[in-house]
Structures are given as structure tokens and as C-alpha cells.
């Protein structure tokens, strides 16, 4: 079983050793986007919300309103559902939804200072 800092990889999946942080961001405001800093030391982030939101590393986040064709565009992040991210390198997470008190948990891994 390899091991990835804090997480080890076992039949193809990741699981988490040992959470290093959990954190938490409520978009109080529908369609402001909320910087979130990434802790140094970070590798990976899990992201999860309870209403559809968007993500992006080191930019601002943005509820699309037109097409995004440029590859500026944010990432989607269902309700009720998790992605994994490499977060190495990336400063801030910025999170926006259009529905007013969302909240979207993030779980950093790695050697978090």
C-alpha cells in the first residue's frame, strides 16, 4: 500500500490516514464569492456543499451567467456531493453559490502547518 503524505492508496482509492483539518465557509450572501486561504502545507482538499456552488483555485469564483469559453470558468460542485483537489501550490479557494447560505466544508490533508 503506497502512501501519499496523508493519505494511502489501497485498490486504486484514496483513504484518508488522518484528517489534518476540517473547515467549513457559508456563502451568507447568494452570488459573492468568499476567499478561503489554503493552509500551508496542504496537498489535497476534499470539497463538499449543500447546494450547488462553484470553486476555483486563486481566482474568483463565479455563478456562470453566460457562456465561459475562455477556460476562466469555475468549477461545479453539486449539492450533496464531494470532489478531491490537489491544492499544491494554490493560495485561496474562492466559493460562491447562488443559494444564500450554502455551506461548503472543506477538508485539507497533508503536512498542514
Do not use: W
Not at 496523508?6 to 468568499?34: F, M, Y
Amino acid at each position: 500500500m503506497a502512501a501519499i503524505n496523508n493519505l494511502k492508496v489501497a485498490g486504486g482509492q484514496l483513504i484518508p490516514k488522518l484528517i489534518s483539518r476540517i473547515e467549513a465557509r457559508i456563502c451568507t450572501t447568494a452570488n459573492t464569492a468568499e476567499n478561503h486561504p489554503v493552509p500551508a502545507g496542504a496537498k489535497f482538499a476534499r470539497l463538499s456543499a449543500s447546494a450547488v456552488s462553484y470553486i476555483k483555485g486563486d481566482g474568483t469564483a463565479a455563478v456562470p451567467a453566460a457562456d465561459e469559453t475562455a477556460g476562466a470558468a469555475a468549477y461545479k460542485l453539486d449539492a450533496n456531493s464531494e470532489k478531491c483537489f490537489d491544492v499544491t501550490g494554490v493560495a485561496n479557494i474562492s466559493c460562491v453559490s447562488a443559494t444564500a447560505g450554502a455551506v461548503i466544508s472543506i477538508t485539507f490533508y497533508g503536512a498542514i502547518e
